[in-house]
């Protein structure tokens, strides 16, 4: 059998005294906790008008956001409303069809929103290759080429202006 052996080792009275001491003594969270609640007491003006501060702040913030959210709402719905036009023409040949779906994407390039307008353009390079002007036609493809920072729209300007290219070789 196993024994144990459970020493009993007296404290003296003098360090039983300094442990209870250390142990009713406020740690370092309930000590920082009080220094914050008496500095707010003492500057309770200066702490609010620094919570309005930061509440004005967030919300304008919140309201910025809200805004350009509602922005890029709109140029997306822009953007729909020209690419319907588009399939239109493309289904029926409807020339009115063709001439919303270009004011459409000439209004989303003027709104300076950058995936979008790159899209925008493109429908744009389309269409004015449609309509036989391909000299605009290349210059916006160029242009998308230079601006966009995405691949797939890169891509697309580039397949549009080598296939422009090759039709006014034949």
């Known amino acids: 059998m196993l024994t144990c052996i459970i020493l009993y080792v007296e404290i003296p009275d003098m360090a039983k005294n300094k442990l209870k001491q250390d142990i009713k003594k406020p740690d370092i969270v309930i000590r920082t906790f009080t220094y914050i609640i008496r500095q707010v007491r003492e500057n309770l003006k200066l702490c609010i008008a620094g919570f309005v501060g930061i509440l004005v702040i967030c919300l304008c913030i919140f309201a910025y956001m809200l805004y350009e959210k509602k922005q890029d709402d709109k140029v997306q719905y822009m953007l729909s409303q020209g690419i319907q036009g588009f399939a239109e023409f493309s289904a029926t040949g409807n020339e009115e069809a063709l001439k919303k779906a270009e004011d459409a994407m000439n209004n989303v390039v003027n709104e300076k929103r950058k995936k979008t ?9 389309k269409i004015y290759y449609i309509k036989g002007n391909t000299e605009e036609s290349k210059k916006i493809y160029k242009e998308v080429q230079n601006e966009s920072n995405e691949p797939v729209i890169k891509m697309l300007s580039e397949r549009a202006l080598s296939y422009i290219e090759n039709k006014q070789k034949r």
């Open 117 to 125: 307008q790159s899209i925008a353009k493109l429908y744009l390079g």
